[in-house]
């Protein structure tokens, strides 16, 4: 299953219609290695990348070791979303509250506790009017065929190893109902995705399962 780079296109091309109709910042929720920092076409977006300290300081590290320059509309952003305020943290970076702002969150929703989520869902939708949140996540298991379940497991096992257990799961009626201070909500599953960006392959790559969806939000 290939999951990764179709939700940082699916992203990058609603950042492409927000950056058109004037948001002017993008914030990484959870940034991870992402690149878009230093792949930005947008020379007025300003973007925050926020991530745990930890994460944050080892990517830092890395880039240090190469020959890419820290682009100068970038800003880092350390946040633990369990125990800092996101809000707190983007002031502090300069963040302007009053200005229109996409927000991507991707890779970070199963890992958190139901009120990190909403605290950081009710943050970006405090944004003004014409900003968006983008983020992915994944159904509980008991939705899932019995096949996709022990995928699930697998997974579980793994991250829960690696010390990140999974912890939190919607469905598509559930995440609406988080999502209720949006409107033109969009929830996209493994079919939407492959006929997105995936039609026409000669090497019959896809997105399998069902487990994982993305979904679109607008203020």
Do not use: C
């Not at 992402?34 to 300290?53: G, I, K, M």
């Not at 199963?110 to 989520?117: D, G, K, M, R």
């Not at 939708?125 to 298991?141: E, F, T, W």
């Amino acid at each position: 299953m290939l999951f990764s780079s179709p939700r940082s296109r699916y992203a990058e091309d609603l950042l492409a219609h927000a950056v058109a109709g004037g948001v002017t910042q993008y914030v990484l929720l959870g940034a991870g290695l992402d690149t878009f920092a230093h792949r930005n076409p947008h020379p007025s977006l300003r973007v925050f990348e926020v991530d745990h300290p930890a994460t944050q300081q080892w990517k830092r590290e890395l880039i240090e070791s190469t020959s890419l320059a820290a682009p100068h509309n970038l800003s880092y952003v350390p946040v633990d979303f369990e125990r800092q305020s996101l809000a707190a943290q983007l002031q502090a970076a300069d963040f302007n509250t009053a200005a229109t702002t996409f927000f991507a969150w991707l890779g970070v929703v199963p890992y958190l506790t139901l009120e990190a989520f909403r605290a950081t869902v009710a943050f970006s939708a405090a944004q003004p009017p014409g900003s968006g949140l983008v983020l992915d996540y994944s159904q509980p298991r008991s939705v899932l065929s019995p096949v996709e379940q022990l995928a699930h497991d697998s997974l579980a096992s793994r991250v829960r190893l690696a010390g990140e257990s999974f912890q939190l799961f919607f469905t598509p009626r559930e995440i609406a109902a988080e999502l209720a201070a949006f409107h033109a909500i969009e929830d996209i599953g493994s079919q939407e995705i492959n006929a997105r960006y995936f039609s026409n392959r000669t090497d019959s790559l896809k997105v399998l399962g069902s487990a994982g969806r993305f979904v679109s939000a607008w203020r």
